[in-house]
């Protein structure tokens, strides 16, 4: 009877893949016709023992070297191939509650706080959304921050840093009311700090904080609004297709791509758009003292400016980094020391305040970190405080 042959207790895929071909590459005793008579007691000649000389020990442990070299070429290029199932268990935090982060901290005898909220990208009021994900609300996230700084009493002021190009009418509205509320219930200062860009919607919030300061190659300004419509009625023509609404009213499908605008619907629009426009006009003069309306529809036509334009426009305050902004804002809070901070969803990290929040929570999955907002793919139209040339 042949020797028995342990098997390693080994889990790993290339040994797994082995055993597999054990049936097929391994060394069989009971296949090989000299082991047989070897077994059986047949006398053989000398010059069979060295034929034989073949499929000795040494011949076995060859095999088995091709055995595991094979084996681990197939682990490798497919390592699930007869892997056994497995399950990965990862610890996720349940809690979606914004949690505390510290950005940075003068001394350890600091106590007092000034709280950093980000307001960038797309200003929407629906749920940010990616290629494969969904992330916050942009509206819903900037009240739950502001909440969370009005109830620290160690937070004696807030920093809002805008990056954006704006967005919806409604959503930026809704911003700058949040922000009106926040000034009026907790007393605190915020202090506006333009990134890259503070254009239409993302000005339009600015003007409810307290100071604006812009970082030296800001671009900002844009007052103004925007509605652009499609017509894709020459495409259809040029491919044969019509299309045929019933309508209640004359103005139902108003706004229509698959057909051109009548003078009369441009006129019902362009009547929504200045109404709007005067509202973004009244925003700006409340917000800016040396400002009224008459002065702020001067400049207010839609074009952006630079930092430097927009200080002797009166439209910002100064010109100021991030750094000089916080030193600034420890003198006006009467503080010598302070810890910056920012709230954030768990698992989101920071190591300083230049460092900018992931767009998406974690559970959601963005393998080619495209953002596509809803707003840039509206399925009707929509008036928009929003810089965006390429629109």
Known sequence: MP???????????????????????????EDDPAATDTRSGDNRNQRDVKEDASVTPSTHRTTRSYQTIIAAILATACPTACTPPSLLITPVFTQRELVETQLSRDSIFAFDK???????????????RSLL???????????????????????????????????????????HDEITHFKKTSGK??????????????????????TIVAQPSTITGSIGVIMLMMDVSGTMKMIGIKSDAVTSGVHKDTGSPFREMRPEERELFQHIVDEMYDRFVKV???????????????????????ASQALELGLIDRIATLR????????????????????????????????????HPVQSINLLNISIPASLTPQTPQFMYLWAPGY
């Open 189 to 210: 200062p915020v202090i506006a700090v333009m990134m890259d860009v503070a254009a239409s919607g993302g000005y339009y919030i600015a003007c409810a904080c307290d």
């Open 3 to 29: 020797a028995a042959h342990a098997t390693p207790l080994t889990t790993g895929p290339t040994q797994h893949v082995q055993r597999c071909l054990s049936t097929n590459l391994s060394y069989n005793a």
């Open 284 to 306: 700006v003069a409340q917000g800016r003292d040396d400002l009224d309306e008459q002065g702020v529809r001067r400049i207010a036509d839609g074009r952006v400016y630079t």
């Open 114 to 128: 000034i709280a950093l909220i980000d307001v960038s990208g797309m200003i929407q009021n629906t749920r940010k």
């Open 324 to 359: 000089e902004t916080i030193d600034t804002l420890k003198t006006q809070i009467k503080s010598k020391s302070v810890r910056v901070v920012a709230y954030m969803r768990p698992h989101d990290y920071r190591p300083n305040y230049y460092a900018q929040s992931p767009q």
């Open 133 to 175: 994900g969904v992330g916050d609300h942009p509206v819903s996230l900037l009240v739950e921050q502001l909440d969370k700084a009005r109830r620290d009493a160690s937070v004696k002021a807030v920093i809002l840093r805008i990056n954006s190009p704006g967005g919806t009418v409604v959503a930026s509205e809704l911003m």
